[in-house]
């Protein structure tokens, strides 16, 4: 975690929704949960510029992640609640900037990607790709499809004490709850106060 703390320095409060350092505990978060889970396959869905894919590297050397995130083209096929359009050059960025060669990169819609095969016993998923209900019970219904018995799903922008206040957040939580109604998910998850990370 302490050689991780170039990537957390880059953090700063913008908005609301960063108060109480939530970014930096955010990744904090996951930079723990990727230093103490088994090594082997990792799962980052949304890449974006590539930090989280770079946090799980760097916390993991030993593991290998797979990255997912839509190409520019079918941005118009994403989903209501994703962050925002990326150009290809610019989705994982961060990462390639630095070199991690742990880190292979997928491009896909999740609502109908495949998996290769050789993605299975998955030890840790970070899903942080389109935040709609849909995506989210999707995405975690493949996950879990492909899970290792010890492995770990992470949640982003799951916080049920702001529901209320932000459609996104209410959204993930809807997606998770179903996951529990149709019994797709059972058993405790957490959530880490001052947090946007749910784990299961």
Known sequence: LLENQYLISQLRVK??????????????????MSSNVKPGIFID??????????????NSPR?????????PEEFNNAGRNTTAKLSK?????????????NIHQIY????????NPKIRNVKLAYIDGCHDSNFVFSDTK????????????????????????????NAVTKGISKLYKESFLKGPMFHVKNSFIGIW
Do not use: C
Not at 15 to 32: P, V
């Open 63 to 71: 593991s290998k992640i797979y990255t997912i995130n839509i190409l």
């Open 142 to 169: 493949l996950i879990l499809e492909r899970l290792d018995e010890t492995g770990f799903i992470l949640w982003h922008d799951f916080n049920p004490e702001l529901i209320n206040k932000y459609e996104w957040v």
């Open 45 to 58: 869905i949304g890449t974006y510029y590539g930090k989280s894919a770079a946090r799980m590297s760097l």
């Open 15 to 32: 908005e609301i929704t960063d108060i109480n350092k939530r970014k930096e505990l955010d990744a904090k978060i996951l930079s723990i």
């Open 89 to 101: 050059k610019q989705i994982g960025s961060f990462y390639r900037k630095r070199g991690f060669n």
């Open 108 to 115: 896909a819609n999740t609502i109908n990607w495949n998996p």
